[in-house]
């Protein structure tokens, strides 16, 4: 039970700040002696519940001390209200609702903050309307804001939602929703990748780039590449990515090359090499003669870590056996799970795709590359080696070309922007090659900015006017 307890306080012009409902009952000690089963004094919060009119209509969190040396620590999350006017004694009216949360270290407070804010809005709406709350008569413990109160403490303990109608007009609709970091950038080379089955998410009220992009993620193409297929926008496209990301819908890779470096991790000993589950489980998700009965995603079960389950694949005729997962060789041999620890195990620095290929292209005959490499990255065994350029000298006929380029940039700019938008004026007004030598861009972003392959990339590279070029591995 997250939340131990609801208080209703607020500032009586006789008597000062006044708790008038808590729930449960003996929650808040208000006298000097402290009551058996409560968590709380109101000596101590008191000032906290009805502050000062500076800190109302704030969000505020308290974690107060124990009252007891056995105690369990909490945490106060409240909003204070306060209205002005001149039909209420000091011309004003101060009232705060606030949620007593239990064990704070372990539950999603963030997630209660909104509910708070919302309630509070409520009934300042309520009060200023009816006056719900400044002439409510009833006794502590019983009357229509002791129902609401203890009503939405249970319902969001036990459904983590609630609907309570109020009256004719209004009604108190909450949920709890979990606090969710921040999405990392999303880059234009990022290979999305489908961690759910979106068609059974998707309806026809989905933001109309999103259902554009949707088609062409594929774990194949990267964002831009699902921009220009899809006729949309790169920025919109990228934000609408994002979005997935931030929901665990998809899962970013890097692009796919035959000519990109891969190592296994340190937790590679942990992991595939000792797990007899996940090895099968590869072999599942690998083995090429399922490519024509399995989904082209990751779409039978994913949670938001970036795990996930099997491939469904559809059984023919006769039952599939463990052993028929495994992939066979190109001699006929079964490529078992020690087979496939030690394909990871060959991955290396310094060692591409094509050269692992060729070295083991006898245990691979059946074996989707694209989907061993995957399998790798997204359960956390295996990373990609990126490959960075860095101008390590600059001659004087380079740095006049690179002065006369530049030039002719800003020339190529200025009239673009007055002329024409085609795609050959965009390329004339992109960023000369020399500003990605810095040692901070990927192959995989010069490669996807300037359009080009790697193999291009590297010729660009060698032409003298650049200078000398290191090449960095990391």
């Known amino acids: 039970m997250s939340i131990a307890g609801i208080i209703y306080a607020r500032f009586d012009p006789q008597a000062g ?64 209200v306060c209205i002005e006017s001149q039909t209420y004694a000091r011309n004003q009216f101060i009232f705060n609702f606030a949620f007593v949360l239990s064990q704070p270290d372990v539950i999603d407070v963030p997630s209660y903050r909104s509910v708070i804010v919302k309630l509070a809005h409520l009934m300042r709406s309520l009060e200023e309307q009816t006056r719900f709350l400044s002439d409510d008569p009833s006794e502590p413990g019983t009357g229509k804001v002791y129902s609401l109160c203890e009503t939405l403490m249970e319902d969001l303990n036990n459904y983590a939602e609630c609907m309570i109608p109020i009256d004719d007009v209004n009604t108190l609709n909450v949920k709890l929703f979990p606090t969710l970091p921040n999405p990392a950038p999303v880059k234009a080379w990022h290979v999305p990748l489908f961690a759910v089955r979106i068609e059974s998410l998707m309806d026809h009220n989905w933001d109309l780039t999103m259902q ?105 005729n006769t039952a599939i056996t463990d052993n028929d997962f495994w992939p066979l060789t190109a001699r006929g041999d079964v490529a078992d799970g020690v087979s496939i620890v030690q394909l990871y195990a060959c991955l290396r620095q310094g060692l591409t795709v094509r050269e692992w290929f060729l070295q083991n292209s006898n245990m691979l005959a059946n074996i989707d590359i694209r989907r061993f490499v995957t399998f790798g990255i997204i359960k956390g065994f295996l990373y990609r080696v990126h490959r960075y350029a860095v101008q390590t000298n600059f001659s004087e006929a380079g740095n006049k070309s ?69 090449v960095l591995c990391r």
Do not use: W
């Open 402 to 470: 690179h002065q006369t380029h530049t030039a002719s940039e800003m020339h190529n700019f200025s009239s673009a922007t007055s002329t024409s938008t085609s795609k050959s004026t965009k390329r004339r007004i992109r960023l000369p090659l020399v500003s990605f030598l810095d040692g901070t861009h990927s192959f995989d972003e010069m490669c996807t900015y300037f359009e080009i392959s790697e193999n291009e990339l590297l010729e660009r590279l060698n032409d003298r006017r650049l200078g000398e070029v290191v």
């Open 17 to 80: 700040p006044k708790i008038v409902h808590q729930i449960p009952e003996g929650l808040v000690s208000t006298t000097p002696e402290t009551e058996p089963d409560a968590l709380l004094s109101f000596s101590t919060i008191s000032r906290f519940l009805i502050p000062r009119q500076s800190l109302c209509g704030n969000l505020l969190s308290l974690i107060p001390p124990p009252l007891k040396a056995e105690g369990s620590q909490c945490v106060i999350v409240s909003h204070p």
């Open 212 to 316: 554009r992009i949707i088609p062409f993620i594929n774990g194949v193409n990267s964002v831009k590449k699902i921009a220009i297929l899809a006729d949309a926008d790169l920025g919109l496209t990228r934000k609408c990515v994002r979005h997935l990301l931030y929901y665990g819908c998809v899962l970013l890779l890097d692009i796919f090359s035959f000519n990109a470096i891969y190592a296994p991790t340190a937790e590679f000993t942990g992991m595939i090499a000792t797990d007899l589950e996940m090895q099968a489980e590869c072999a599942r998700y690998v083995n090429t003669a399922f490519e024509p009965a399995r989904l082209e995603n990751l779409t039978t079960g994913t949670d938001v870590t970036g795990s996930f389950k099997a491939s469904s694949i559809a059984a023919t």
